[in-house]
T-cell receptor, first 112, second 114 residues
């Protein structure tokens, strides 16, 4: 158990819908990262927050957004969902910038 | 652009045999390097990391990796593989101390024969 929690574990929804994925980092970790894992793209960095502020952006679609709250938990919002958004979404946290990241169990999103 | 290459998509070894998983990276500065393991239906678990110093790093579960700057490689090794080591292994490079975002290789699936 890495100490990073993600909810829900599984999510099944329809095209065009909007979903929210939630992540609680390890106690004391200030930085949260979101990654997408799919068969065709592999593991891709989406976005990072550090102590409530956006720090880095990767291959994140405009339909996707995220935020980190004052209690340091983070949410990833995916809207206007398409079939191709079906993937495993991981959250990771680290105590500070440039340190090792600890991954949550992931949320498996299926868009039908 | 930074990249990570794991040349072997799939490797099969016999239980008790030695293992080496290859990883090559492309990055202009000194990288931060990591190996993660993912069991089916699970998240990623950190095996070991290299930030600086001794180029041979020890990790959990009996794994080690060696950083070779001249070859831009960070290969993962284990002297004797156990059936429970069957999983997917990912090499990753951290591209900046200011962010820490990781770039992952495509992964190597390890199968262990009894």
């Amino acid at each position: 158990d890495s100490g990073v929690t993600q909810t829900p574990k599984h999510l099944i929804t329809a095209t065009g819908q909007r979903v929210t994925l939630r992540c609680s980092p390890r106690s004391g970790d200030l930085s949260v990262y979101w990654y997408q894992q799919s068969l065709d793209q592999g593991l891709q960095f989406l976005i990072q927050y550090y102590n409530g502020e956006e720090r880095a952006k990767g291959n994140i679609l405009e339909r996707f957004s995220a935020q980190q709250f004052p209690d340091l938990h983070s949410e990833l919002n995916l809207s206007s969902l398409e079939l191709g958004d079906s993937a495993l979404y991981f959250c990771a946290s680290s105590v500070d910038l440039g340190q090792e990241q600890f991954f949550g169990p992931g949320t498996r999103l299926t868009v039908l | 652009a930074q990249s990570v290459t794991q040349p072997d998509i799939h490797i099969t070894v016999s239980e008790g045999a030695s293992l080496e998983l290859r990883c090559n990276y492309s990055y202009g500065a000194t990288p931060y390097l990591f190996w993660y393991v993912q069991s089916p239906g699970q998240g990623l678990q950190l095996l070991l990391k290299y930030f600086s110093g001794d180029t041979l790093v020890q990790g959990i579960k009996g794994f080690e990796a060696e950083f070779k700057r001249s070859q831009s490689s960070f290969n993962l090794r284990k002297p004797s593989v156990h059936w429970s080591d069957a999983a997917e292994y990912f090499c990753a490079v951290g591209t900046s101390s200011n962010t820490g975002k990781l770039i992952f290789g495509q992964g190597t699936t390890l199968q262990v024969k009894p």
